[in-house]
């Protein structure tokens, strides 16, 4: 499969003239795509878009959910639609994104880079090419499917070589005194003069052919990351200096790049510290660093902003600090700490030594530690060594590591909230540009979680209004039993309308009820418990099943909360087994027979409620024999994100019929343990299984 799409990817890129390309597939995990291919750019400085969630906004995941083609020829075009795509790659380019689909099946995106084209469109050739591409990639990927091969991306992206356009007659180049490199357009060494193997103490065959970032690991620093990006994205000359090694005290040399068709020229020559007067060596007032140094450091706290206004929890905005923070400084070592009653609690760590944060967890704000006192004096702390941290704080446990640390305040609009440390892998020094953008992402961080905190606690009381809204305990009838279950959505507030209920009625019967509010959070829990107990006062004032579903229909739009509910209720007898049902909007309950064969029941239905108040309700009358199991669900247990409901209730059918009959808890666990394996899914789940027993039943929750 790699060969076919770098094959294709190739060809594109060819065809529309571009200068790179990559093509994303479909993963093993809903709704997130992994870049399998990429040709004509360096795959490691391009780390943090190897991964794409469908639901965010950039044009390959719009293009995948869309169907749709994107097409941006220019900067100016891009970021009106798509700021943060800019965000984080703030070069003109062109970028086409086309979807690659076989009828309602969706593999994955191809996309083209190639050179800006201001105020000029994507001509009718281009845009066909491009689609044909997409097509025929198509067509190989579901003949792959169906000879059985599975059409996904698990691992890292595979980098497609280009051609080696090297030129012979170098004489003219090996005679310059100046350092100069080629390297092709995937990264790679090409061709070193004899002053860049001089100056970087290595033999030119021994560099030819290697990543530049490995071969001369001073210039892999995440702060000269973004020109080179710009180098490969824009197709313009970039300048920027540069430490001659990691050390603090190492000399600057002043980097060029040239970037063409096939690859970049690297040059290297001396440069006095940035900041500094060449004249005199003193500060100038101008600032350190390039002018796309301060790009660079405007650009950086726009794109974390933009991520952070898409994470809700406080889970959510550690992971986003940690996939957008730690990559553009080159960090590995982050640590979250939230103030609460004067203590600072430990809430996310990644990187360090397992346990070994452990015992800062719960510290007071009167202990002497950089977490403590850069919350306390609301100053970043940065320490270029954990030699220089020792010597700092005598006798604070370190880890094995010996790089830099940076201590973080986490403060918004005045008020503490907590503290982050970043670490790093080796010794390291922060420019004064490094030391503002990271102080002012604090300041975002801090905002941000302050916001998830309390989402958090709606949340809780969300979570807590809901299970005390939920039946604790099932009536216990006699030739019947009754199990439910019920698990919150792992996205968002994790709470939302679905509810379950069993009432008796005062003539021995049952009713079986499960029902589906739109929406999640406190509204949607609060509704929920509303129409739960008009469900209950209806059937236990007498009404007939059809009078029920009518009259909570009613009830829910005179509460006019902006919400409606589905909603499935069947009227039992446990003796005889007929049973009368009606249906409002919701999935079609299912039938297994006592023979093991399961059923899709076909309940005719009216609309869901909270729409029409002069809608009907049909009645179907039913009968379940003893040994037969009636599953009333909600949509979360079937429904799957580009796939048609369908095939998520043929799925449960048959899990239904392949299901052990007794004892009943273990089928309703057998029926959710699939969804409940799910660390992102997106819907609540209700489900409500009854069984005619023919003798004494058990209800159990």
């Known amino acids: 499969m790699a060969r076919v799409l770098a094959r294709t990817c190739v060809d594109a890129v060819q065809a529309v003239g571009g ?30 878009w190897w991964r794409m969630q469908v639901n965010r906004p950039y044009p390959v995941a719009e293009a995948f959910r869309s169907g749709q083609s994107v097409h941006l020829p220019d900067a100016e075009v891009a970021m009106r639609r798509f700021p943060q795509l800019m965000a984080g790659l703030p070069f003109p380019f062109g970028s086409f994104y086309e979807p690659v689909m076989a009828g309602p099946e969706r593999f994955g995106v191809l996309f083209v880079l190639r050179p800006a084209t201001p105020g000029v469109p994507v001509d009718a050739a281009d845009r066909e090419l491009l689609r044909s591409a997409a097509d025929g990639l198509a067509g190989e990927l579901a003949a792959l499917t169906g000879a059985g091969e599975a059409v996904s991306w698990t691992g890292d992206p595979v980098g497609v070589p280009p051609p080696d356009t090297a030129q012979g007659a170098r004489e003219a180049v090996e005679r310059l005194a100046l350092a100069l490199l080629s390297v092709d357009r995937g990264g790679r060494i090409r061709y070193v003069n004899r002053a860049a193997a001089a100056l970087l103490g290595m033999d030119a065959p021994e560099l030819r052919g290697r990543m530049l970032w490995q071969a001369v690991p001073w210039l892999g620093q995440p702060a000269y990351e973004d020109h080179f990006r710009g180098a490969f994205m824009s197709g313009e000359p970039v300048r920027f200096p540069a430490r001659l090694g990691r050390q603090p005290d190492a000399g600057w040399v002043a980097v060029e790049l040239y970037p063409g068709p096939d690859g970049v020229t690297v040059t290297i020559g001396t440069a006095e510290p940035p900041g500094c007067a060449p004249e005199t060596g003193a500060p100038s007032r101008a600032g350190p660093g390039s002018p796309a140094d301060r790009a660079s450091a405007l650009y950086r706290p726009v794109a974390l902003a933009i991520a952070l206004t898409e994470a809700v929890t406080a889970r959510q905005v550690s992971a986003v600090v940690t996939q957008e923070l730690l990559p553009a400084f080159g960090g590995r070592q982050l640590a979250i700490y939230l103030l609460n009653e004067r203590h600072l609690h430990l809430a996310w760590e990644t990187g360090f030594p397992q346990g070994f944060l452990d015992r800062f967890d719960g510290v007071g704000l009167d202990v002497r530690l950089p977490g403590v006192e850069t919350l306390t004096s609301g100053r970043p702390m940065f320490f270029e060594s954990m030699e220089h941290l020792a010597k700092a704080y005598p006798g604070i446990p370190l880890d094995a590591h010996v790089g830099a640390r940076a201590f973080l305040p986490l403060i918004a609009s005045g008020r503490p909230v907590g503290s982050c440390i970043l670490g790093f892998d080796a010794p390291r020094g922060f420019s004064p540009e490094e030391r503002t953008v990271l102080t002012a992402l604090a300041g975002l961080i801090a905002q941000a979680l302050e916001r998830a905190q309390r989402y958090d606690t709606e949340a809780a009381l969300a979570r807590g209004l809901q299970a005390a809204l939920l039946p604790h305990r099932l009536p216990v009838r006699g030739n019947v039993e009754t199990v439910g279950r019920y698990l919150p959505g792992t996205q968002g507030m994790d709470v939302g309308g679905d509810w379950y209920d ?31 107990s008009a469900v209950r006062a209806f059937t236990l004032g007498g009404s007939a099943p059809e ?62 409620l909270g729409i029409d108040p002069a809608a009907t309700y049909p009645v179907t009358d039913l009968r379940l024999a003893p040994g037969s199991v009636l599953a009333l669900y909600t949509d979360g247990l079937v429904e799957q994100a580009g796939e048609d409901i369908d095939l998520g209730v043929e799925r449960l059918r048959a899990a239904l019929a392949a299901a052990r009959p007794a004892p009943l808890t273990e089928t309703a666990d057998r029926l959710i343990g699939g969804a409940g394996d799910s660390a992102d899914r997106p819907d609540d789940i209700a489900l409500l299984l009854a069984s005619r027993t023919g003798g004494r039943g058990a209800a159990q929750t």
């Open 502 to 532: 069993v009432v008796e009625t005062g003539d021995g019967l049952l009713a079986l009820v499960i029902g589906d509010v739109q929406g999640h959070g406190v509204a949607a829990a609060a509704t929920m418990g509303q129409l739960r």
């Open 19 to 48: 200068f790179a390309g990559g093509i994303y597939l479909r993963s093993g995990v809903e709704g997130l795509l992994l870049l399998a291919v990429v040709s004509g750019l360096p795959g490691r400085l391009f780390r943090p």
């Open 547 to 608: 009078q029920v579903v009518a009259g909570t229909n009613r009830l829910l739009i005179g509460l006019d909360p902006g919400q409606f509910a589905s909603c499935c209720y069947v009227l039992l007898d446990p003796v005889s087994g007929r049973a009368r049902a009606v249906r409002a909007g919701h999935p079609q309950p299912l039938l297994r027979h006592a023979d093991g064969r399961a059923e899709v029941l076909d309940l005719p239905g009216g609309v869901v």
